[in-house]
């Protein structure tokens, strides 16, 4: 049974950090794209970053371009999504999703296959 669980959540102030964690299970994903998406009170889901279990190559949102980072550990089958520099607008439910995609397609929701149920991130003061 394939399973995806995200970790890392919680309330954080404004300019605060948090690590999400998305720890993987099921099947072997060496080939897979492990994507970040967010989804806020009301407003669609986007896509946040992805990572190539293959090669690392990663994608990232514009908004979030330099505060937040996303890494692999193939050996614990773990991605994990590190973000600085924390605005409210990053206010959302935060899930994982894992496809066979290429991460230059920047891992659109049509081609994740398998999927989290979320942690949410709450940024205020």
């Known amino acids: 049974q394939v399973q995806l669980v995200e970790s890392g959540g919680g309330l954080v102030q404004p300019g605060g950090s948090l690590r999400l964690s998305c720890a993987l299970s099921g099947r072997t994903f060496d080939y897979y794209a492990i994507a970040w998406f967010r989804q806020a009170p009301g407003k669609e889901r986007e896509g946040v970053s992805c990572?190539?279990?293959?090669?690392?190559?990663?994608y990232y949102l514009d908004s979030v371009q330099d505060r937040f980072t996303i890494s692999r550990d193939n050996a614990k089958n773990m991605v994990y999504l590190q973000m600085n520099s924390l605005k409210p607008e990053d206010t959302a439910v935060y899930f994982c999703?894992?496809?066979?995609?290429?991460?230059?397609?920047?891992?659109?929701?049509?081609?994740?296959?398998?999927w989290g149920k979320g942690t949410l991130v709450t940024v205020s003061s």
């Open positions: 990572i190539s279990m293959y090669d690392g190559d990663t």
């Open positions: 999703a894992a496809g066979w995609v290429r991460v230059a397609s920047r891992c659109p929701p049509v081609g994740m296959t398998y």
